[in-house]
Structures are given as structure tokens and as C-alpha cells.
Nanobody
Framework: QAQLVESGGGLVQPGGSLRLSCAVS????????MGWYRQYPGKQRELVAY???????GYGDSVKGRFTISRDIRKNTVDLHMNTLEPEDTAVYYC?????????WGQGTQVTVSS
């Protein structure tokens, strides 16, 4: 059973920074894309950022220039570096991984931006 374990969420003041990390179990083979999504209450999940196996990245419009996605192939992790956080970034953030067979989700981690 493939597992994605997220860490790093929490409470931060506006303008602050957080780093989310997702550890992907070693038995998940053939990864094509790793990414982060977020979900507001009562809304569908939306893409925050992704990184492909080739290293290409993409970002949602609202986080461009503030968030950076990175991966560590050796550790099998994908991180989301979030800077200049705004109250509108408050949401549950989910790690997502896709391979040739399926896509997998983490359990979610809460990020709250508030003074």
C-alpha cells in the first residue's frame, strides 16, 4: 500500500513562511508527477504546485512568485516552500503523486495564516 505522509503545517502570521514536506513510500514506482493541492471548506481541491519526473514545475496563479515546489529524489520527498503567506492561503494542503497506474493522496495538513 503506497503511503504519502505530510508534515509541516501549522499556524503562521501573515507575511510569514512555512515548509510542507511529503514523504512518499518506496514501494510507489513509476512516479510521473508530484504535487500539492489545497482545499477550502466546501470547495473542491485546487492545484497549488506540481513537479514532473523531468523537473518541470507549474503553479497556481495565486501562489506564483510566493511558493516553490522541490523534490529530493534520494529521500523520495516533495516539499512546498511557502513565503509571504496570506490569510487566503489558509486551507488544508494535500500531497499528490501520480504514476502510470493511479494517483495517490496524503491525509492533508492544515495551514492557518492569521495574526
Amino acid at each position: 500500500q503506497a503511503q504519502l505522509v505530510e508534515s509541516g503545517g501549522g499556524l503562521v502570521q501573515p507575511g510569514g513562511s512555512l515548509r510542507l514536506s511529503c514523504a512518499v513510500s518506496r514501494n510507489l514506482r513509476g512516479i510521473r508527477v508530484m504535487g500539492w493541492y489545497r482545499q477550502y471548506p466546501g470547495k473542491q481541491r485546487e492545484l497549488v504546485a506540481y513537479i514532473t519526473v523531468g523537473g518541470s514545475t507549474g503553479y497556481g496563479d495565486s501562489v506564483k512568485g510566493r511558493f516553490t515546489i522541490s523534490r529530493d529524489i534520494r529521500k523520495n520527498t516533495v516539499d512546498l516552500h511557502m513565503n509571504t503567506l496570506e490569510p487566503e492561503d489558509t486551507a488544508v494542503y494535500y500531497c499528490n503523486v501520480r504514476n502510470f497506474v493511479a494517483e495517490y493522496w496524503g491525509q492533508g495538513t492544515q495551514v492557518t495564516v492569521s495574526s
